[in-house]
C-alpha cells in the first residue's frame, strides 16, 4: 500500500494561486510517472497533468499554459503549480503514480475551490 501525503488545498478567489504538492511514500519514486487528476461529483474524472520518469509533460487543454507540473526526486514530491484559476478549476484534485498503462496508485485528494 502507498501513502500519499497531499497539501495545498484550499479557497481562492478566481485568478488567484495555489500550489500543490505530493509526496507518495514509494522507494523508487524517480522511476515513476507522476500526475495530478481531478475530479467533480457528476462529472468524469480529468487528468490536467503528468510528467515522467524522463521530464516529459503533458497538461490538459483546460490547463494549458495555467498550471505548472514539475518533482523534486531528492523530496519524492511532486507539485502543482495552479495560476490564474477560474471556478472551473473547482474539484478534488488527486496525486497519482502511474506504475503503467493499467496499474496507478492514487493519493485521497485535496480540495481545490475557486470563488467567482
Known amino acids: 500500500q502507498v501513502q500519499f501525503e497531499e497539501s495545498g488545498g484550499g479557497l481562492v478567489q478566481s485568478g488567484g494561486s495555489l500550489r500543490l504538492s505530493c509526496t507518495p511514500s514509494?522507494?523508487?519514486?524517480?522511476?515513476?510517472?507522476m500526475g495530478w487528476s481531478r475530479h467533480v461529483p457528476g462529472r468524469q474524472r480529468e487528468q490536467v497533468a503528468y510528467?515522467?520518469?524522463?521530464?516529459?509533460?503533458n497538461y490538459s487543454d483546460s490547463v494549458q499554459d495555467r498550471f505548472t507540473i514539475s518533482r523534486d526526486n531528492a523530496k519524492n514530491t511532486v507539485f502543482l503549480q495552479m495560476n490564474n484559476l477560474k471556478p472551473d478549476d473547482t474539484a478534488i484534485y488527486y496525486c497519482?503514480?502511474?506504475?503503467?498503462?493499467?496499474?496507478?496508485?492514487w493519493g485521497l485528494g485535496t480540495q481545490v475551490a475557486v470563488a467567482p
Open positions: 497519482k503514480a502511474i506504475r503503467s498503462a493499467v496499474s496507478t496508485d
Open positions: 514509494i522507494s523508487l519514486f524517480s522511476f515513476y510517472a
Open positions: 510528467m515522467t520518469a524522463g521530464g516529459t509533460t
